[in-house]
């Protein structure tokens, strides 16, 4: 059994910071992709950043430049710091990872519950 836990999000003034952060634990041999993605009311789920097993990131246009993506392999963690949030950023962040749970098993996407981040004056 994998669980995947988000922690940080909430409210912030336009041009202010949030991190968050999302751990992994349970039955975990290894992680291979991890990302963020955010859904906005009314709109589909979109892709926020990804990190890879390796150094290669990717980030949509919305965040480039102001969002940056790490990972803690040792703590099973990936992060998303945001910086001048602007209020078009206002969605439900999610956490995702690709786990697999033994050598040579499939690699199974895993979601966190999501939070709200809020960006308004």
């Known amino acids: 059994q994998v669980q995947v836990v988000e922690a940080g999000g909430g409210w912030v003034q336009p041009g202010g910071s949030l991190r968050r952060s999302c751990a992994a634990s349970?039955?975990?041999?290894?992680?291979?992709?991890r990302g963020w993605y955010r859904q906005a009311p009314g709109r589909d789920r979109e892709l926020v950043a990804r990190?890879?097993?390796?150094?290669?990131?990717y980030y949509a246009d919305s965040g480039r430049g102001r969002f940056t993506i790490s990972r803690d392999n040792a703590k099973n963690t990936v992060y998303l710091q945001m910086n001048r949030l602007k209020p078009e950023d206002t969605a439900v962040y999610y956490c995702?990872?690709?786990?697999?749970?033994?050598?040579?098993?499939?690699?199974?996407?895993?979601w966190g519950k999501g939070t709200l981040v809020t960006v308004s004056s």
């Open positions: 995702n990872m690709k786990i697999s749970a033994r050598l040579r098993g499939s690699f199974i996407d895993y």
């Open positions: 990190i890879s097993s390796g150094v290669s990131t």
């Open positions: 349970g039955s975990i041999f290894s992680i291979n992709a």
